[in-house]
Every structure is written in C-alpha cells, then in structure tokens.
C-alpha cells in the first residue's frame, strides 16, 4: 500500500470573488491574463490558482524552497504551467477536468509517489469557491471545516499583502478605520483625551467587545488595563499576511464575543529570502512625522521552515491648536458652540448673593460670557506612539503525515497624550471642597463652595501609556484514517501602565483652602496654604508642590488554553461530499487592574480614581460543524447545500450558553450563489464588567435641567442647573450577577460572477442582528430618566441649586440594539492591455436602521446617520452610507493604486440645547506609486499621498474631541511618505 503525504498536501482553491477574484474557471485551452511573480514555487502555484480558478493539489514537501520563474502574459493555463514546473522534477495534469495535481515525475529508489489520481481519490478534492483562495491544512474565517469556506453563508472580506501595502498604512487601527463595515467607538491614537494608546475596532457599529479579533483563528488577551477588547497596537503589521473580517454573528463557530463579527489576523509563513525596508511619512503642516523600520528573514528547511521579522515604528503628535476646525473649544465661527470651560485661570467665585465674579488683577469684577477657558490650547489632538515589535514561527514536519508549528511575537508601545492643565470644581469634586471664610487667602468673608479655577501655573496634564504583549502558540497537526486534526496550546499576556503627572491631590487642596488655623505653613505644620481665589500666576511654586500629585495604574491581562479538532470528508452522498468537524477548547482567563495607593485612597482631581479590578475564569466548550450537500444538478453546476453547527460554552463565573448556526447555499449555475444564514450569537460579560472596583470619573453629561425650557415641565428639572458645565463626578462599577448579551443575526447575499464580464464580481448582502440584555452603565441614561420621570432618583444627587453633584451607574443587563443594513462589493480585474493591468476594487456598508434603547421601557432610538460621541456614552458615529473605491494599475516595474474613501453625512444634537444639526459627508482621495529599480532586482520605491486634495474634517460640534469625529474623521489633512524597501 503507497504511503500518503497526508499533512504536507495542499489543497488551492480559487474562483472569481469579492477580494481577489478574476473571472469563472477556465480549462488549459483558455488563454488569460496571468501575473505570476512570486519567487518560490509554492506561492507562485497558489498564484496561478487564484488567477485561473482551478483547483490544484499539490506536495508541500515536494516543491518546498523550488524557486520559480515569473509569467505574466495571456497565455494558456498549460503554458503558465509548464513554464513554472520548467526544469524541475514536476510534472501536472488535469484529473476529472477539474483538478490540477502536481506531482513528481521520477521517485528515488525505495520510494513510493503517489500518481495524480492516486492524489486526488486518497486526498479530499475541494470545488472552487467563489471568493478567495484556500491552502488546505488552515482553516478559513467563519468555519472549522477544512473547505474554500469564503462560500459561506456569511460574507467575508480579504484584506491581503498586497492591499495592506497599497493602504500605505503602519498600523491595523490606521488599516482597518476606512472598511466600509466599520463604524462607531473605535479606539486609536486618534483619540487624546479619553484614549489610552490602544486601538479597536467596532464593525457594524456595536461596541469593539462585540466584535471577535483573532490571531491565526486563535484567541489572545485583551488589552492590559482590564480591557474588554484586543489592543490592535498589539499586533505588528509587518507579520501580518492577511486579514480576513467576518461581517456575521459567529458564536456558533468561535464561541463569545463574536456578534457584530469576526477580525482574523493571519501571520506570515511563506517568506524566503531577506527584507529590510523603510518607511517615512508626514503631514502637509510639517507635523505627524512617521517613521518604521523593518527586517525580516525566511528560509525553508530541509523538513520545515523559519521566519522572522522585527520592526520600530515611530508616530509623532499632532496638537489641537495646529488644525482651524480643532484650534478652539469655541466653534461658533465655524457655526458651532461654546464649549469652553468656566475652569479659567484668573478665579471664578459664586458668591452666596448670587453674584458671580472673577479674578482680575488685585480686585475682582463680574464674570461675562466670555471669561471661558480654551482647553484646546493645550491638548494634544493625535497621540504620539512608539512600537517595537519581534515575531517569529517555525514549522516541522515530524513525519510524513504530521506537522508542528510554533510562534512567538513580543511587542512593546509607549503612548503620551498632553492634556490640559487641571481644573478645579469645588462645588463638584467627589468632595465638595470649600474655600473657608478663615482662609488667609479669601478676601470675601464668607465659605466659598463654588470656586472654579483652571490651574495653569501647573503644567499640561501628560497621560503616559505603556504596554507589552507577549505570546506564544504551539500546534501539532496531520491525518490519520481520513480524519485531519490538530491539538493546539497558546498562551498570550498583555501588561500595561498608565501614569498621569499633573493632577491635585484633593485631600491636601481640602486642608489648603480650610481654616488658617488647621494650614499654618511647611514647618509648622506641613502645610502650605493655597491662593485659589487669584489670579492665573497667583499659585506659588510652594504651594503648587505641596498639592501635585501623580496617579499611577498597572494592570494585565492573561489567556491561556488548548483545544483539539478534528474534521473530515464523508464519501457517497447522492449530492456530494459531506464534510464535518467537531472539537473542544479550554481556556483560563484573568485579569487585574491595580491603581496606585493615591488613587486607591486619596481624592484627586485630573486623574480617575478607582478601586483593584481583579478576577479570573475557566471555560470550556465543545462544538460540532456539518457541511451537508442537500442537491447537485446533473452538470454539476448547480447546487444546493445546508451548513448547521453548535457551539455549548461553560463558564465558571456565570453558567453555560448554546448556540446554532443553520445557513444555505444555492448555487443557481457556475455564475450566481445564493447565501441564507440564522445565527444565535451571545457575549460574556467581561471579567472588568463584572468585577471593575468602584470608579470615579468626570463623565461628559448633557444635563436637560441646564435648558430653561425644561424648567418645571420635566419632573425631576425643579430649578435650572449651571449650563456652562458638562462634566459631572460620576461613580461606576462591576456586577458580578450579570448575564450575557444574546443576539439572533440573518444575512441574506447574492454573489454574481459573470461569464461575459471577464474578472468581474458583484456581491450584495442584507443583515440583521438584533441584541439583547446589553451590559450598560450609562449616566447619561440615568440622568434623563431622572430629569424627565423621576426615576432613578437614589441615584442621582443635586445640589441647592439644581446642579448635579453625583451620578451611580453600576453596570447592569438593560439595553437592546436592533441593527439593520446592506453590504455591497465589487470587484473587476480588467483583462491586461498594452497599458498595463487595472483593477477595480470597492465596497460599501448601508445602514438602514439602528434601534437602541437602554431600558426595555424607553422608546427606542433611530441612530442610523447620527453621531452620539462616546464621552457622553454614545455609540459614536454611524453613518448610513460607508464606501471604498480603488482603482489599481500594474505595467512592468510599475505599481499604482488610487483609492476613494467616503463617510456619509450624520445629524448630531447640539449642546446644551434640543436642536440637530448635520455633519458634512466627507470624500478623500488617497494614491500610491511603486517602482522596482532594475539595477538592484528586489529594490523598490513607493511614493503616497493620503488625503491628496487635504479635504478637512468635518465640524461635529457635540464631539468631546478636537470638534471632529476622530473615530470616523481624521485631522491629519493631507500626508505624503514614502517607503523603499530591498528584498534579496
């Protein structure tokens, strides 16, 4: 009996399709357009397999470190073939009209070789999908089965080397902003105050925990700071081969997290030779300087293969105050609104007659509406970055039907936003501070509760983030008796520290503006008496050193487990093959998040203070995936076939969950599939949700009691609250009795390929999903409740005058989301002309419709095409419309790309008041040029210009912010870089 390469065979399958697609299979006869030009001749197999649409088999370990020779030209796929396969001991043919085996045409002596047809009937032959290609031995994005799984039953995007090269971007956050199925909260460098270094991604919308980010199709740990999603920042581009983004509940398949979808980073493995390149970058104001430099290394073995690749990459900032839309907190000359603050640096004192006045000088005059502080004056808009980064993999093969594979990344970043000097609130701390009558420092005789001085002789706030993400992967794999499987360990931690200089330590401020008798000065009594009733400069060095303070917070998280899987190709079925697969999985997950002794027990101001967030969890889960062919026409051309798989997950900390995933396919002729798919999807409450220690924050609240016309028409609205603040103290926290989110998702696509458009592909997908028991902790919520019914009032507290002093919000089970929509993709590989080959590349994301509400009792709120900014806990900006186009051209040493990213207009609601106002769509135009010098073979050069015609973000007047959307918008304007790199 021949033996079999079981583990070391590949199965390539391609047809046209959304991300990489060129027209339906062709037969060796049909001349087409090829551009082959990988150097090793396993990559340039796969090559010919995506840009053919023929299936091929072939021996892993048979064309291992084979170099080839590059074809590009219309030309026959027997031509293109045999002049790959030209001076090697490989030969081809074509088994059942269908499949392409490469296979070796002389054996040593000893040695068995399997025949094409042997390799076809011992090895499972997999029919072409439509989307993208597949390399046998991994499993695609959205299914356990070892298939051509982007024929699915949800959609799936591709972004691929070549895109992440052409995007010009250095980071996924920057990579992964303008995919038209993002929207909303997502976090990056973008976002100053309120960051934290880190970078997310929400796709359709919902929060980044709603969306799933994997490594290889493997878990890692969230960010360090207790956090609930992946740290993108964690992950090195320049080790990343692809990402692959799921845009369909996945639960089923992947267990929590994955309801809005799935981000699968696939790392890089097939790399031979070495590679160094540089990159720099900035904006047309000189600013946002942008540097990475980048090593790599691989090689193939003699029964394996290594990589390895390194990279530093440098972000510099760019500050508020150098952008017109962003250079003030006041945009009424752009037709916006005051937001300024009424913490100014010359004193601002409510006297208890009612009058208000101000600093001025050594007297003190009535305050106008202009005595407002610029806090953008300081502020840093894009926060600089630094990132190091070390990624490594090896593969073995032990035998001729197993293989191992290791990785092992460690990367490091560093982050600082400046933010404006402190403010101080008396009235409004966690508490209430009050310039004594005693103090040698008043000048009016009486207790000053409402003193508010912004405390610019300290310098800016700096908010310093630091991280490191280790992990590690290890799996072992093959075939035996036709089952393939693989038991596989992985291991990742994520630490960070966050350090905050330049804030007051509240308690010393208390004693410093008390009586005279209780702070007598350093010697007598160690402390020093504070003038916060001056003017800005009136604070000494003396007492500016005695009330300073630093908060420091530490935190990580860790995951780690193991799972087995096992699949395989069931024979006989009047339809066709049947495929299944079933597994387990275990992991452990834990997290900690501990502030330092001052913010664990001191009041302060400019920093949060908070209490140890700690805990941890098993869990443990099976599931079973069956791809079952229902009817296949005679021609083959057609047919209809049922996915359907379960997932049972057992948590330790709040019980078990089961959920099923049905989905059809129906393939109406080689040109046109038909997709339907009902998923259930759930959400674990994350470890920082349910056990997060109490937490002190100034949230941004829109008060409806600060609108005089609310003023005695809303029942909780007795008197009229200060409309000059939108900052409130605020107290959240953990719930360790919460349930997790659910949700059902239907999607239903079409998928067109056809015959008389060479390389053209059109896709269009409905979806819905609707969500609910959504974890929330919202004051904003809770506020209006209060306002407009009078509910929640135990927690909600008010001051004599009407202003909020204390908001309570723990997290609790009480939202729903309802999201409706469309996604549309094109694809058109224009056959090659004497000008060179173009292709066209787009797709766009409709959002019909977004219900949320966050009590099962509110009425529901519309907010599709609106933007709710995330500081006053709203989903962030969901446009109706998101749209790429790209336009790509390829002609010998040339490369181009011009790309057209577009965000639709969004209402948002005007501050302090109940009017709406639109927020301009907004169109850049990004392009990119690479040349391959001839002297030097590999040597290459790139030239790009993002937002090439500087189109400015647009004024969102409502954003916490800069007054733009940053999560959707960028303040850069216009950048040029360049990046050449040399690959030997």
């Not at 160094?276 to 430099?293: F, K, P, V």
């Not at 806090?375 to 190091?388: C, H, K």
């Not at 610019?456 to 499987?485: K, T, Y």
């Amino acid at each position: 009996m021949l033996p079999i390469w079981h583990r070391s065979l590949l199965a390539i399958v391609l047809v046209a399709g959304l991300a990489n697609s060129t027209a339906a299979a062709e037969t060796p006869q049909a001349p087409i357009h090829y551009t082959i030009e990988a150097p090793q001749l396993s990559a340039a197999l796969i090559q010919l397999s995506q840009q053919s649409g023929v299936s091929i088999v072939f021996s892993d370990q048979v064309v291992r470190d084979l170099p080839a020779p590059g074809v590009v030209g219309t030309v026959t796929m027997s031509a293109a073939l045999d002049a790959l396969l030209l001076d090697s001991d490989l030969g081809w043919e074509l088994v059942d009209d269908k499949v392409v085996a490469v296979f070796q045409l002389d054996c040593a002596a000893g040695n068995s070789c399997l025949s094409p047809q042997e390799m076809i009937s011992a090895y499972p032959v997999y029919v072409p999908g439509m989307e993208q290609t597949y390399v046998y031995g991994t499993h695609v994005t959205g299914s356990r089965i070892r298939r051509s799984g982007h024929t699915g039953g949800a959609p799936v995007d591709i972004l691929s080397s070549p895109d992440i090269q052409l995007s010009g971007a250095q980071t996924l956050g920057e990579l992964l902003k303008f995919v038209p199925a993002v929207s909303g909260n997502s976090l990056s460098t973008a976002i100053s105050n309120g960051g934290n270094g880190t970078a997310t991604v929400t796709l359709r919308g919902l929060p980044a925990s709603n969306t799933l980010v994997l490594i290889n199709g493997r878990r890692v740990a969230n960010n360090g700071l207790a956090g609930e999603s992946v740290d993108l920042n964690s992950i090195a581009p320049d080790a990343v081969e692809r990402i692959e983004i799921l845009k369909d509940g996945a639960s089923a398949i992947y267990g929590s997290d994955a309801i809005a979808g799935v981000v699968n980073v696939i790392t890089r493995r097939d790399f031979h030779g070495v590679l160094a390149e540089a990159y720099y970058g900035e904006t047309g104001e000189g600013d946002l300087e942008t540097s990475t430099q980048t090593l790599q290394y691989g090689t193939g073995l003699p029964d394996g293969s290594f990589f390895i690749t390194a990279s530093r990459y440098q972000q510099d900032p760019i500050f508020s105050r150098d952008r017109k839309v962003s250079g003030s907190a006041d945009s009424r000359p752009l037709g916006g609104t005051d937001q300024r603050s009424s913490a100014t640096p010359d004193a601002r004192i409510s006297l208890a007659s009612g009058e208000t006045v101000i600093a001025s000088g050594n007297s003190y005059r009535p305050v106008t509406d202009e005595d407002l502080f610029n806090y953008q004056a300081f502020t840093s808009a894009v926060v600089p970055l630094e990132r190091d980064s070390i990624y490594t993999n090896a593969s073995y093969d032990f035998s001729e039907s197993v293989t191992g594979y290791m990785e092992l990344s460690y990367l490091e970043t560093e982050a600082e936003a400046t933010l404006a000097p402190t403010p101080v609130f008396t009235a409004f701390e966690q508490t209430p501070l009050v310039v004594s009558a005693q103090s040698i420092y008043n000048p009016f005789g009486e207790d000053l509760r409402d003193v508010r001085r912004r405390l610019i002789e300290l310098p800016a706030r700096r908010q310093r983030n630091e991280s490191e993400a280790s992990r590690f992967s290890a799996v072992l794999e093959g075939l035996f008796a036709d089952w393939n499987w693989d038991v596989a360990y992985n291991w990742s931690r994520s630490e960070a520290r966050e350090s905050t200089t330049g804030i007051v330590n509240a308690d010393r401020l208390a004693r410093a503006i008390g009586p005279a008798e209780g702070c007598q000065g350093a010697v007598e009594d160690a402390c020093v008496p504070v003038n916060l009733t001056g003017p800005a400069g009136s604070i000494s060095a003396d007492q500016l050193g005695y009330i300073v303070a630093r908060g420091e917070v530490s935190g990580y998280t860790k995951l780690s487990g193991g799972s087995v899987n096992l699949s395989r190709a069931v024979m006989g079925l009047p339809a066709g093959r049947t495929d299944i697969a079933f597994g387990m999985e275990y992991r452990r997950e834990a997290t900690s998040k501990k502030p330092s002794r001052l913010l664990a027990e001191t009041s302060t101001i400019g920093a949060t203070n908070f209490e140890q967030t700690s805990g941890a969890r098993t869990v443990s889960e099976v599931y079973l995936e069956t791809v079952l062919p229902l009817w296949k026409s005679a021609s083959g051309y057609s047919s209809l076939d049922l996915e359907a798989a379960m997932r049972f997950s057992d948590y330790s900390d709040f019980g078990s969950n089961s959920n099923p995933k049905l989905a059809l396919r129906w393939r109406l002729g080689p040109s046109v599939l038909l997709r339907a798919n009902y998923a259930e999807g759930f959400r674990a409450p994350s470890l920082n949700e349910l056990y997060e220690g109490a937490t002190e924050e100034q949230a941004f609240i829109n008060d409806p009691c600060t609108q005089a016309s609310n003023i005695g028409s809303l029942p909780g609205c007795v008197r009229q609250a200060d409309p000059t603040r939108n900052q409130f103290l605020t107290i959240k926290g953990g719930n360790s009795e919460l349930d997790p989110e659910t949700s059902d998702s239907y999607s239903l696509g079409l998928v067109w390929t056809p015959s008389g458009a060479q390389g053209l592909a059109l896709s269009a997908d409905l979806f819905e999903i609707k969500q609910r028991d959504v974890v929330s902790s919202s004051a904003q919520f809770i506020v209006d409740q209060n306002a407009r019914s009078g509910a929640f009032a135990e927690l909600v507290q008010r001051d004599a005058m009407g202003n909020l002093t204390l908001v309570s919000a723990n997290n609790i089970n009480i939202g729903e989301r309802e999201v409706r929509g469309a996604d549309l993709a094109l694809t058109w590989h224009v056959p090659r002309r004497s000008w060179g080959q173009f292709s066209v590349i787009g797709g766009a994301s409709w959002i019909y419709e977004y219900l949320a509400r966050l009590d099962r009792n509110a009425p529901s709120l519309n907010l599709a095409g609106t933007f709710r900014d995330e500081a006053s806990e709203g989903l962030g900006g969901i446009p109706r419309w998101k749209a790429q186009l790209g336009l790509r051209w390829t002609k010998d040493r040339w490369k181009g790309s011009y790309q057209i990213h577009y965000v639709g207009e969004m209402n948002e609601i005007v501050p302090d008041t109940d009017r709406t106002r639109a927020i301009d769509d907004w169109l850049i135009h990004d392009v990119q040029l690479n040349y391959t010098f001839p002297a030097q073979e590999g040597l290459r050069l790139t030239l790009g210009v993002d937002n090439l015609w500087d189109e400015k973000a647009p004024l969102a007047t409502s954003a916490f912010n800069d007054n733009i959307d940053g999560r959707t918008h960028e303040l850069k304007g216009r950048q040029w870089y360049t990046r050449i790199s040399l690959r030997l």
